[in-house]
């Protein structure tokens, strides 16, 4: 089965400082993974994809299968970084629709 | 960009009423999802619908729940007989094949 886990509820960082936000993962075989972002009162988005290797708003994530990890880093926080931010796993059925396992989020705050 | 639409942003309802959440997915999408959110646990799949059929459902997803695509534009999500525990953000998401979800703002469903 399918399992994504982020171990940090809450993550307090100071403005200018690196940010580490944490996924593990579970799935046999070769993944994709996403990170989603939800800032205050907007909805769900996706922020990038392991698979574009692109970086969006200054954020990166790499895929280590050895560790089975898709930690999502910035290097410099700022303030319009604070939302709720979630990793997730795509399966992709016969049909061609797309069930994403959500972990259960990290909310990260940046301090002034 | 274009969006997801839910209507409306927040219902509150009896325990044992029906309740009927309204989406209107982006107009050239063709897959269609409900996921739902418990307040404080992770984003749940609850099922997906394409070509005018339910492709995959979760467990969640019981006799209770239903969706229907009455006409060419509404995505519904329909409880007919609510539970306590039904209480929950639930999102409305669509996409096109192998293109990334887009998720709408969400309804907050809250059973007394």
């Known amino acids: 089965a399918q399992r994504v886990t982020q171990p940090e509820k809450l993550l307090s960082v100071f403005k200018g400082a690196p940010v580490e936000l944490k996924c593990n993962y579970s799935y046999s075989g070769s993944p994709e993974l996403f990170w989603y972002v939800q800032y205050s009162r907007q909805r769900l988005q996706l922020l990038l994809r392991h698979i574009s290797r692109e970086s969006i708003k200054g954020f990166t994530a790499d895929l280590n299968k050895g560790e089975t990890s898709f930690h999502l880093k910035k290097p410099f926080a700022q303030e319009e970084d604070s939302a709720m931010y979630y990793c997730?796993?795509?399966?992709?059925?016969?049909?061609?629709?797309?069930?994403?396992?959500f972990g259960t989020g990290t909310r990260l705050t940046i301090i002034p | 960009e274009p969006e997801v639409t839910q209507t409306p942003s927040h219902q509150v309802t009896q325990m044992g009423q029906e309740v009927i959440l309204r989406c209107v997915p982006i107009?050239?999408?063709?897959?269609f999802y409900w996921y739902r959110q418990i307040l404080g646990q992770k984003v749940e799949f609850l099922v997906s619908?394409?070509?005018?059929?339910?492709?995959?459902k979760s467990e969640i997803f019981d006799d209770q729940f239903s969706v229907e695509r009455p006409d060419g534009s509404n995505f519904t999500l329909k409880i007919r007989s609510t539970k306590l525990e039904d209480s929950a953000m639930y999102f409305c998401a669509s996409n096109r094949v192998n293109e990334k979800l887009f998720f709408g703002s969400g309804t907050q469903l809250s059973v007394l």
């Open positions: 997730a796993l795509p399966f992709i059925s016969n049909f061609g629709n797309e069930k994403l396992t």
């Open positions: 107009s050239n999408h063709l897959y």
């Open positions: 619908f394409y070509n005018n059929e339910i492709s995959e």
